[in-house]
């Protein structure tokens, strides 16, 4: 919840104004620009307000977290994205349970 | 490619023609319109086409997977998505290193 004089970091990236029912100020501190530029680059600004608006209060802040994580990771690789970290833990799994049950 | 009588999955999602330049056509089939749907409902044609635009042809295929997976998991746990089998993975490559190394 923020006063127009300090708008979150959502409302602050996107020059609009921020109002007390902003679904995103809680997530998005205005120091954190890149936070929600990230999340906003991969998923979109609708997107993430839908999906926000649609789940409980307490589950919001892991669901920013992991939307936080998947643009990140998006932007770093391109191609794979989350997918690719998912394809290396799936190997590193195989090899230690190869060692494992050998 | 497609002409405007076969239109590509993405296409005929959002009821556009599909021109022979179409960067979705070779990856979203006609009779895969929920591959196209899933992808568009989480990131967007626009941010989809913007990734793919910019990557080599060879990558494209393996990106729209990446994408597809990434908006299946996200549409099944809204909350953790990808992020969440990555827990999983870690937690479970935990539990073997310590049975190997114990």
Chains 1, 2 share one sequence.
Request: with cysteine.
């Amino acid at each position: 919840m923020s006063s127009s004089n300090s708008a979150c970091g959502a409302c602050k990236y996107r020059r609009q104004k921020c109002t007390k029912e902003c679904v995103f100020a809680p997530y998005f501190p205005p120091d954190q620009l890149h936070k929600f530029a990230k999340v906003h680059e991969v998923f979109g600004a609708s997107y993430v307000a839908k999906l926000l608006s649609e789940l409980c209060a307490n589950l919001r802040e892991d669901a920013v977290n992991s939307l936080a994580y998947e643009a990140d990771m998006r932007l770093r690789d391109p191609v794979y994205g989350c997918v690719g970290q998912i394809s290396i833990l799936q190997h590193r799994l195989k090899l230690v349970q190869n060692d494992l049950y050998k």
